[in-house]
């Protein structure tokens, strides 16, 4: 019997690792612009212009928040691996920076390896009103609800003191847009 359950095993793996190295492994993923590098090749500062850039490599997938002369193409090519968590397999950014006439100055190139490091900070940021659990809205929320609130300003009542949330209920009637039974216009 531990022979059995160890050829399944052996089986088992197998066809994992089959799975994961052949036909069956899962695409990669393109995620952004990533920039063909030939294509940036072709680019020369101090010739290029923006539309050549732009017919080469396409838009950009951001600009300078301050600046439209700093074009930037992100890129990332993904693999999903173990819990649909996603391995990065190539990630460049591009920076393409042109003086005001539209002419390229500059091309700078980044990789996975020019990333910083993100420091999590462990803190909570207070928001105001303090903790509401849902239970609290659920209560707080009932009483201001009135679905009569509309109609009893068309019903021969004013709309005062209804807890009408209609704007015009009270001076026109309500429900049934001003119309109906001893109130309202006619």
């Known amino acids: 019997m531990a022979g059995l359950s160890l050829?399944?095993?052996?089986?088992?793996?197998l066809l994992?690792?089959?799975a994961a190295c052949g036909p069956m492994a899962p695409p990669t993923q393109v995620r952004g612009n990533p920039v063909d590098p030939d294509q940036l090749a072709e680019?020369?500062?101090?010739v290029s212009t923006r539309a050549d850039a732009q017919s080469l490599l396409g838009s950009p997938t951001s600009k300078a928040s301050f600046d439209d002369n700093t074009w930037i193409y992100i890129g990332q090519v993904t693999k999903p691996i173990v819990a649909s968590t996603l391995h990065v397999i190539r990630q460049q950014v591009v920076v393409l920076?042109?003086?005001?006439?539209g002419v390229l100055r500059a091309i700078k190139t980044l990789a996975?390896?020019?990333a910083l490091?993100?420091?999590?900070?462990?803190?909570?940021?207070?928001?105001?009103?303090g903790n509401v659990s849902a239970w609290d809205q659920i209560v707080t929320g009932i009483g201001m609800i009135n679905?009569?609130?509309g109609m009893m300003g068309g019903m021969g009542m004013n709309g005062a003191n209804t807890g009408s949330t209609v704007p015009g209920a009270g001076m026109m009637?309500?429900?049934f847009g001003g119309m109906g039974m001893g109130g309202g216009m006619p």
């Open 7 to 13: 050829r399944l095993g052996l089986i088992a793996a």
């Open 16 to 18: 994992g690792w089959l």
């Open 43 to 46: 680019l020369v500062p101090g």
């Open 97 to 101: 920076t042109f003086d005001n006439k």
């Open 112 to 114: 996975k390896k020019d």
């Open 117 to 129: 490091p993100v420091q999590m900070v462990d803190r909570i940021t207070p928001s105001p009103g």
């Open 147 to 149: 679905p009569l609130a």
């Open 173 to 175: 009637g309500g429900g």
